[in-house]
């Protein structure tokens, strides 16, 4: 989320110095315009010139309305995936004590629903495979599914439906 920040606020630095460096300029062509326009008056020449920098203008206004966009964007969608991550971590807490797993159950249950295999968690956890193959028997066991894939689609289910899990409470 940070790498994301970063680039976010680097973007938006490059191209608010794009859109100074184009209101410079644009500063500049309107000053040497409107000097032509006292020497010689209006004529053609000056006419495209005023066309390009009321163009350059719009540029800028359409680039600095761009920035503003992307970043309340970007705020927004940082604002949803930390809910997204709170709600998640709350979920599989409440589950986790529904289910009423033991603290090296919910540990094992947690490296599967992060997708790690079995040595992966036996790794992680200092145990032995069998040892975490007989965890992850249990929680299957607990949470009413048979494989590490129906776990990980129990959480999303309800992520996305919240109605199923008191569906699927009705009906045990």
């Known amino acids: 989320m940070k790498d994301r920040r970063s680039a976010l606020n680097r973007t938006?630095?490059?191209?608010?110095l794009v859109v100074l460096l184009q209101l410079f300029a644009a500063i500049f062509f309107l000053s040497d315009a409107a000097g032509d326009v006292?020497?010689?008056g209006l004529g053609p020449h000056l006419a495209a010139e005023a066309s390009a920098v009321l163009a350059l203008f719009a540029g800028i206004l359409?680039?600095?309305w761009h920035i503003r966009t992307l970043v309340l964007r970007a705020r927004a969608d940082e604002t949803q995936v930390a809910?997204?991550?709170?709600v998640l971590g709350e979920l599989m807490r409440l589950r986790f004590a529904e289910w009423r797993l033991t603290p090296a159950e919910a540990d094992?249950?947690?490296?599967a629903l992060k997708g790690c295999d079995i040595a992966d968690i036996a790794?992680?956890?200092g145990s032995?495979?069998?040892?975490?193959r007989a965890q992850l028997a249990k929680v299957y066991g607990k949470a009413g599914v048979h494989n590490q894939?129906?776990?990980v689609a129990l959480f999303i289910d309800e992520l996305i439906d919240p109605g199923l899990h008191a569906l699927a409470a009705r009906k045990g």
């Not at 938006?12 to 608010?16: C, E, V, Y």
């Not at 094992?108 to 490296?111: E, I």
């Open 83 to 86: 809910a997204a991550r709170g």
């Open 149 to 151: 894939s129906s776990l």
């Open 62 to 64: 359409f680039g600095a």
């Open 38 to 40: 006292a020497e010689d």
């Open 123 to 125: 790794t992680f956890r």
């Open 12 to 16: 938006a630095l490059i191209l608010g």
């Open 108 to 111: 094992v249950a947690l490296f």
């Open 128 to 132: 032995a495979e069998g040892t975490v």
